[in-house]
């Protein structure tokens, strides 16, 4: 039988709970988007912890019991941009939007936020040294990145007598990023349309094939 003793130990020795909400995966999701938000307007390496939690409603010391490190944070935002990213993929193809503008749609709702699209492409900038927090992210991104440029939906998937399927990938990946750059120097030249053309070309290999003959 437990006596009253024996049971106000055991009450004790029971870890705390933090709140019903505190653990949720929406309580994650709520403090990856703070800092998201922070790391947008200070850029990865000038944000801080503390800004993060306050963007969250929560002590720094709660911040801490969620993510031990900026780390950790920018993983997970990272993850988080990819989650959406896709998501709004998915909702253009499921729109019946022709396959050759897929990506300058992509595109034009990166272009609308201008303040994002300069911090996302800093850190993957920054990313390319190994050393970076976020190197291998990026790295396993890219590889995602092919996977889904090969598949049939973007219709990238055909060699042809002047490109391999692989080097039409490249060409999609190299324009995307340079696209990003152009619009970020000069917002009020018009360049979508170069995507779309990119796409319609290296989604025809009837097309690379009459003009190798």
Do not use: C
């Not at 200070?42 to 031990?68: V, W």
């Not at 598949?151 to 490249?170: G, H, I, M, N, P």
């Amino acid at each position: 039988m437990t006596t009253t003793a024996e049971q106000e130990n055991e009450t004790k020795a029971a870890p705390r709970r933090r709140g019903p909400y505190s653990s949720t995966p929406a309580r994650r999701t709520e403090i990856v988007r703070a800092a998201s938000a922070s790391f947008a307007e200070h850029g990865y390496e000038r944000a801080s912890l503390r800004d993060i939690a306050a963007r969250a409603n929560l002590t720094h010391a709660a911040l801490l019991r969620h993510f031990a490190t900026k780390d950790d944070l920018l993983l997970a935002a990272l993850a988080q941009r990819d989650a959406d990213d896709e998501e709004f993929a998915r909702r253009i193809l499921e729109s019946k939007v022709p396959k050759e503008k897929v990506m300058s749609n992509i595109l034009q709702e990166e272009f609308a936020r201008p303040e994002q699209l300069r911090n996302w492409l800093a850190i993957t900038i920054a990313a390319t040294n190994p050393n970076h927090p976020a190197h291998d992210f990026f790295i396993a991104r890219r590889e995602r990145m092919r996977q889904h440029f090969t598949s049939k939906r973007l219709a990238t998937t055909q060699d042809s007598k002047e490109l391999s399927a692989d080097d039409k990938v490249t060409m999609v990946m190299a324009m995307v990023d340079g696209l990003r750059i152009q619009f970020l120097l000069d917002p009020q030249r018009a360049t979508l349309h170069l995507m779309d053309t990119l796409m319609q070309f290296i989604a025809s290999p009837e097309q690379t094939q009459s003009q190798s003959d």
